[in-house]
């Protein structure tokens, strides 16, 4: 897989894991009265370090995806983007190739990936 490619896929693991963290922190801060969750420090300082990875134009691209739809990178699955459903143009539909370049669908600039 394109190494920025699979970084952005981790980034948005990151990204879903720290929202799920948030979430978690709220009920138990409720709970412990401000006591802060370590796990949350390593998730920012690990998105941190991979942020620091991927080029600022992708980054940026990223965030404005981010920002649209809740979900910057998208799955490829039966040719299509998971993120709007539209089926892909032939040439992209094999997955080495794919996964070789940073892609982004073509509908809704989603960073694709094959799976
Ligand atoms: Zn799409």
């Known amino acids: 897989m394109n190494k920025i490619l699979q970084k952005l896929v981790m980034l948005q693991d990151l990204d879903y894991m720290i929202d799920e963290v948030k979430s978690k ?11 802060k969750i370590k ?3 390593k998730l920012h300082d690990a998105r941190k370090a991979l942020e620091q990875k991927i080029p600022p134009k992708v980054l940026s691209k990223y965030y404005k995806l981010m920002e649209r739809f809740g979900r910057a990178v998208a799955p490829v699955v039966d040719n299509k983007c998971m993120g709007c459903y539209v089926t892909l143009p ?23 990936y094959w799976v």
Do not use: P
Request: net charge positive; charged share 45%.
């Open 25 to 35: 922190d709220v009920k138990i801060v409720q709970k412990k009265m401000g006591l």
């Open 39 to 41: 796990g949350d420090e």
């Open 90 to 112: 032939k040439r992209l539909s094999i997955r080495e190739l794919g996964n070789r370049e940073l892609r982004n669908c073509e509908r809704c600039g989603r960073f694709l």
